[in-house]
């Protein structure tokens, strides 16, 4: 797991410069640092930020209550910001956490935004997340017409073929430039190498945070 950098989150939001409505509040969007998937909405005031900011943990107002509650504090499901950003009026913030657990939700999903007409649904990340989660279905609800379920069938030597394949035509697309040939092919390797992943039991956040990493 990455420790927020508090130095850093200091200096990345001017507490006094945020603008509060006139309950001295300004809302929280909090989002997944990994995925982008938007994880809950909550108030902060200038305490509570910067609680959030001296602790690297999620600090809110609970307008019902009138009093601070630390995210995660009864649950275990505890948020560690790793960035803050606030928009251009200055009167909204945009905070992305590890959120331990991988659930924000009092429910117990993973976002308060999951519901669609009445209907529990995961909530959207990334195109990759989303897309690596549909062949985890296919892996785990197996259906005989799925091209994904025949390579997951098929194991390592199938999948692993599909992305030499894959690996050779992405050269050639490049070495061809053309645009088109290029984005087609490496959305073709890229699938094949999430098929690998799922397989082989491996998270794609596993992949974000080595990216993360190392970005850092």
Not at 36 to 52: C, F, H, I, P
Not at 183 to 201: C, G, K, N, R
């Amino acid at each position: 797991m990455l420790s927020p950098d508090l130095h850093s989150l200091h200096q990345a939001v001017p507490v006094e410069k945020i603008r509060y409505d006139e309950q001295g509040l300004v809302p929280a969007i909090i989002q997944d640092y990994l995925d982008g998937t938007v994880l809950m909405m909550a108030w902060m005031n200038q305490e509570s930020l910067q609680k959030t900011l001296t602790t690297g943990e999620t600090w809110f107002w609970s307008r019902s209550r009138q009093e601070f509650w630390h995210k995660g504090a009864t649950s275990g499901h505890i948020q560690r910001v790793q960035s803050i950003r606030y928009d251009c009026d200055s009167d909204a913030l945009l905070i992305g956490v590890e959120q331990l657990g991988d659930i924000a939700c009092h429910t117990g999903e993973r976002s308060c935004f999951h519901q669609v007409e009445g209907t529990i649904t995961p909530p959207p990340g990334d195109t990759l997340s989303q897309v690596f989660e549909v062949i985890c279905d296919r892996r785990d609800h197996p259906n005989e017409s799925s091209y994904t379920c025949k390579l997951l069938a098929g194991g390592d030597n199938k999948i692993l073929k599909k992305i030499g394949e894959e690996s050779a035509e992405v050269v050639m697309a490049f070495k061809d430039d053309d645009e088109d040939a290029i984005a087609s092919e490496v959305a073709d390797l890229l699938y094949h190498t999430l098929v690998a992943l799922a397989y082989h039991q491996v998270d794609l956040k596993s992949v974000y945070r080595k990216l993360q990493q190392r970005r850092r």
